[in-house]
């Protein structure tokens, strides 16, 4: 169970309609649906009966409410608190990233920010875009370059930067290693090592939107977590890997990136980088941050 669940239940117990809930958060009905969903499955009763013609709560429903609306009440409450005592303290620029964006976009950004702001601290922090974006809410972050997730919450500001190319990281020593570009048919028989989608789901997506998109299916070999591991599993002969190309930065022995041949598919397989900050704070580091990462961007998106 999580904040997120419990919005969903709330924006939807309020209205009665899954629909006009959606769209008060800003999302797809069939996620606020999936999320509700989760909640039930997770609580073990049905919180909603509906039917083709009417939503309502049921007993537990009822009963639950105001409990939920406590709960997310008293998360907005650590929240302020969190941010009131970070206001009170030596302000330094905290900024979470992704692993592909600490690998490729921090380094590029660094040396410009440092020659318009001497002497600003930053202070890097590298984890998953479910970690970070907390972190943002609970103010010990103050600003976050990560994958969108599809319930944003309305407490955070999402700016999409640019699309991240995708690549093929696989041994030198392999059959395709010689070519200048890779199509997903060449992959078909392959062994993949793709993310765990529970934690990064739009990385796992994009690897089985493209085979789908192919009209494949991805043979899936070895789930791994971190980009590093994966590179390093792909050296082992474990298997191939498709990453964002910001990946090769990590330069591994033994492994090449390929980029993927165009096609309608590659080209509708996207995977975004967004950078995020917590709604209606005010931070003159943050834009000034901002400001620089404006002033590089075009630069950026053409290594992404």
């Known amino acids: 169970m999580n904040i997120t669940q419990l919005k969903c239940f709330l924006a939807a117990a309020e209205v009665l309609h899954f629909g006009r809930a959606a769209q008060s958060l800003d999302i797809l009905p069939a996620t606020l649906g999936r999320h509700v969903k989760q909640l039930e499955d ?94 943002l809410l609970s103010g010990s972050l103050d600003i976050a370059f990560c994958r969108p997730p599809d319930v944003r919450d309305p407490k955070l500001v999402f700016r999409t930067l640019f699309y991240e190319t995708a690549v093929v990281a696989l041994p030198k020593s392999h059959p395709l290693a010689g070519r200048d570009s890779i199509e997903i048919a060449d992959l078909a028989e392959e062994p993949l090592i793709v993310p765990d989608r529970r934690s990064r789901p739009h990385s796992h997506d994009l690897t089985m939107s493209l085979f789908l998109g192919a009209g494949l299916t991805a043979r899936v070999a070895q789930i791994a977590e971190e980009k590093q591991t994966i590179v390093n599993l792909v050296a082992a002969g474990t298997g191939l890997a498709i990453v964002p190309r910001w990946t090769a930065r990590l330069r591994v022995e033994g492994v090449r990136f390929l980029p993927l041949a165009k096609t309608d598919a590659t080209s509708q397989a996207k995977l975004i980088l967004a950078a995020a900050w917590a709604r209606g704070t005010r931070d003159p580091l943050r834009d000034d941050f901002l400001h620089v990462l404006n002033l590089q961007l075009e630069a950026l998106e053409a290594s992404a």
């Open 42 to 135: 997770h609580l073990g009763v049905a919180l909603f009966q509906r039917t083709t013609r009417a939503v309502a709560l049921t007993e537990a429903g009822t009963r639950v409410l105001e409990d939920a609306r406590a709960l997310i009440a008293q998360a907005e409450t650590l929240e302020e608190k969190a941010r009131a005592v970070r206001s009170a303290e030596p302000h330094v620029l905290r900024v979470g990233a992704i692993d592909s964006a600490a690998a490729g976009l921090i380094p590029q950004i660094l040396q410009p920010l440092h020659e318009a702001r001497p002497g600003l601290e930053i202070q890097i922090i590298e984890q998953k875009t479910i970690y970070l974006l907390p972190k």
